[in-house]
Antibody, heavy 119, light 109 residues
Framework: QVHLEESGGGVVRPGGSLRLSCPAS????????MHWLRQSPGKGLEWLSF????????YYRDSVRGRFTISRDNAKNTLYLQLSSLRIDDTAMYYC????????????WGQGTLVTVSS | EIVLTQSPGTLSLSPGERATLSCRAS???????LAWYQKKPGQGPRLLIY???SRATGIPDRFSGSGSGTDFTLTINRLEPEDFAIYYC??????????FGPGTKIDIK
């Protein structure tokens, strides 16, 4: 079955950086697009970024474009999200999610990794 | 950006009862771009319904979705103990752009 497991979260100062990882199993990773999303008490669920199956196309929500970078290593079946210039309102649980073959929804999600930005 | 509103905020029901959850969009959306998720504490969201009315793999048939235009409904027949959770609707607006509703919590009466 599909398994996604985020890691790399932690406590970081404003302006700091973190790299989140999401190793995947149970499906042909290199054949599917992948997403990052987050959930915070103040803003609910937010889509952050998408990367297509081979990493040639990436998309971001406006509030994170230029600060966050999505990438993937298909040889390692792993998705990444580099977080930089972190702000207090980036505090959230971060999730990776598998895209379906077609359609604008999130097929499978990991359990999340918590990022806390605090001075 | 399309805004999704969910009602009620909280639904207090007993096992065996039917739950009817509403999701209203600020503009007409294509039904194929409307999904529903279940969220339990400590877990990632679980896809229940996509394209407004198609059940995801492994989802029991007591879960059903309906609606079109701006009004969509998730119905859970005969609530089981494991169904007490928070439910979110989500729409895809192209570009890409995705938005979620604020959620409806079903708790035990």
């Amino acid at each position: 079955q599909v398994h996604l497991e985020e890691s790399g979260g932690g406590v970081v100062r404003p302006g700091g950086s973190l790299r989140l990882s999401c190793p995947a199993s149970g499906f042909v990773f290199g054949s599917f697009g992948m997403h990052w999303l987050r959930q915070s008490p103040g803003k609910g669920l937010e889509w952050l970024s998408f990367i297509n199956y081979d990493g040639s196309k990436t998309y971001y929500r406006d509030s994170v474009r230029g600060r966050f970078t999505i990438s993937r290593d298909n040889a390692k079946n792993t998705l990444y999200l580099q977080l930089s210039s972190l702000r207090i309102d980036d505090t959230a649980m971060y999730y990776c999610a598998k895209a379906p073959n077609a359609g604008g929804y999130f097929h499978f999600w990991g359990q999340g990794t918590l990022v806390t930005v605090s001075s | 950006e399309i805004v999704l509103t969910q009602s009620p905020g909280t639904l207090s029901l007993s096992p065996g009862e039917r739950a009817t959850l509403s999701c209203r969009a600020s503009q007409t959306i294509n039904s194929i771009h409307l999904a529903w998720y279940q969220k339990k504490p400590g877990q990632g969201p679980r896809l229940l319904i996509y394209a407004a009315s198609s059940r995801a793999t492994g989802i029991p048939d007591r879960f059903s979705g309906s609606g079109s235009g701006t009004d969509f409904t998730l119905t859970i027949n005969r609530l089981e103990p494991e169904d007490f959770a928070i439910y979110y609707c989500q729409q895809y607006g192209g570009s890409p752009s995705f938005t979620f509703g604020p959620g409806t919590k079903i708790d035990i009466k």
